[in-house]
């Protein structure tokens, strides 16, 4: 059995990557919040916030920073950017009804599936079709620094049911 070698990324584009952990990461809190039976609304509220302070910002640099690189015609590109825009339909609509668990899985199967899109075939395309220059440019990016959002929320749902729920019930 061949085992798959990791992808060799351009020092330029490692910024995004690491961001993309903590979308996948965000992935994850909104799986587990519906594995151990959270309130879609409580997830929804944290995927509100993560968006907010997070994922639009990152969003917004890939497209200004990355995405422009490429010509507009460019099918990966205009894939990307499609996806973009599926995702902030689904937090606008999630932020319309944060009562809808369908939503929030959608919207977690987008994302992952997103991330993996980009990881996978649009940065290798970047590494294979840009040259140097605007992979410098790229690197001037220095990521969003999603680590440290959580510290700033108070219902971490995805490690235990009860956190951040009031105490006086």
């Given at each position: 059995m061949k085992i798959a070698q990791p992808i060799?990324?351009?020092?330029s584009l490692v910024s995004f990557s690491k961001d993309h952990h903590f979308g996948?990461?965000?992935v994850w809190k909104i799986r587990?919040?519906?594995t151990k039976?959270?309130?879609p609304a409580r997830i929804a509220s944290y995927v509100r916030y993560s968006f907010d302070e997070d994922l639009r910002i990152h969003f917004n640099e890939e497209e200004q920073v990355m995405f422009n690189k490429l010509p507009t015609e460019d099918p990966l590109?205009?894939?990307?950017?499609?996806?973009?825009a599926q995702i902030y339909e689904?937090?606008?609509k999630i932020r319309e009804d944060n009562?809808?668990?369908?939503?929030?899985?959608?919207?977690s199967n987008t994302l992952e599936a997103h991330i993996?899109?980009?990881?996978r075939v649009l940065f290798n395309h970047l590494q294979k079709t840009l040259p140097e220059a605007d992979l410098a440019t790229i690197a001037t990016y220095e990521g969003t620094g999603s680590g440290d959002i959580d510290a700033r929320w108070p219902d971490l749902f995805w490690l235990n049911k009860n956190q951040g729920e009031p105490r006086n019930k």
């Amino acid at each position: 059995m061949k085992i798959a070698q990791p992808i060799k990324r351009h020092p330029s584009l490692v910024s995004f990557s690491k961001d993309h952990h903590f979308g996948l990461l965000l992935v994850w809190k909104i799986r587990q919040g519906i594995t151990k039976g959270i309130e879609p609304a409580r997830i929804a509220s944290y995927v509100r916030y993560s968006f907010d302070e997070d994922l639009r910002i990152h969003f917004n640099e890939e497209e200004q920073v990355m995405f422009n690189k490429l010509p507009t015609e460019d099918p990966l590109r205009r894939q990307a950017e499609k996806e973009h825009a599926q995702i902030y339909e689904l937090v606008r609509k999630i932020r319309e009804d944060n009562d809808d668990q369908d939503l929030l899985v959608k919207l977690s199967n987008t994302l992952e599936a997103h991330i993996r899109f980009e990881e996978r075939v649009l940065f290798n395309h970047l590494q294979k079709t840009l040259p140097e220059a605007d992979l410098a440019t790229i690197a001037t990016y220095e990521g969003t620094g999603s680590g440290d959002i959580d510290a700033r929320w108070p219902d971490l749902f995805w490690l235990n049911k009860n956190q951040g729920e009031p105490r006086n019930k």
